[in-house]
């Protein structure tokens, strides 16, 4: 079992919806990091977080600890927001960025 | 200009072929690290520095070898290529003791 799992694995919105992207893990962690990927293009990272939430315009991640649980959501999608999304841990013993598979988002116009 | 660079941005090359990739990096950063990316698997750590006289293996550095040659230059060397390194190769960097990682664009390496 892969210490970060991330569901959907693919996920297709139409324009306008709300999106959420689940992220669980199994290790003790000091953050969470949550990145995008467009096609073709580099990675960027999104959120690095370690409790409660954070917003940047449309997006805002959050955080549960004690369930080991992160969640990314999209508010009002776009066609433009259509990326692989990953999410990614950074261990308390380590120093190392552990990633999730990713999640590939395409919102329809 | 970008913070996190690399080049080439992509190669074709055949089997058994010497490749580098090479990565610069204006952040001052301590901490740079090399992974791939294949398809359905994610990004997995190839090797990792955080100086120039600290180099470690990931968890697939078999095939592949690291050079620092400053705190800005972390290159990554495939000394016979082989099919199964196609890959989209990523090269990163961190301030030490934690924080964001921030990633070059990439080079799609494709071995024939």
């Known amino acids: 079992k892969n210490e970060v799992e991330q569901s959907p694995q693919n996920l297709t919105a139409q324009e306008g919806e709300f999106i959420t992207i689940n992220c669980s893990y199994s290790v003790g962690i000091s953050a969470l990091h949550w990145l995008q990927q467009h096609p073709g293009g580099g990675i960027v990272s999104l959120f690095m977080?370690?409790?409660g939430k954070k917003k940047h315009g449309r997006l805002i991640a959050t955080i549960n600890i004690q369930e080991k649980h992160s969640s990314l959501h999209i508010t009002a999608s776009h066609p433009r927001d259509s990326a692989v999304y990953i999410c990614?841990?950074?261990?308390?013993?380590?120093?190392?960025?552990?990633f999730g598979a990713g999640t590939i988002l395409r919102v329809k116009s | 200009d970008a913070d996190v660079t690399q080049t080439p941005r992509n190669r074709i090359t055949k089997t058994g072929k010497r490749i580098m990739l090479e990565c610069s990096q204006t952040?001052?950063?301590?901490?740079m690290y090399w992974y791939r990316q294949d398809p359905g698997l994610g990004l997995r750590l190839i090797y990792y520095s955080f100086d120039v006289k600290d180099i470690n293996k990931g968890e697939i550095s078999d095939g592949y070898s690291v050079s620092r040659q400053a705190q800005a230059k972390f290159s990554l060397s495939l000394e016979s290529a082989i099919p199964n390194q196609t890959a989209l190769y990523f090269c990163?960097?961190?301030?030490?003791?934690?924080?964001?990682?921030?990633f070059g664009p990439g080079t799609r390496l494709t071995v024939l």
């Open positions: 990614a841990v950074s261990p308390e013993y380590g120093n190392k960025l552990v």
């Open positions: 952040k001052g950063h301590d901490r």
């Open positions: 990163a960097t961190r301030r030490g003791g934690g924080g964001e990682q921030f």
């Open positions: 977080l370690s409790s």
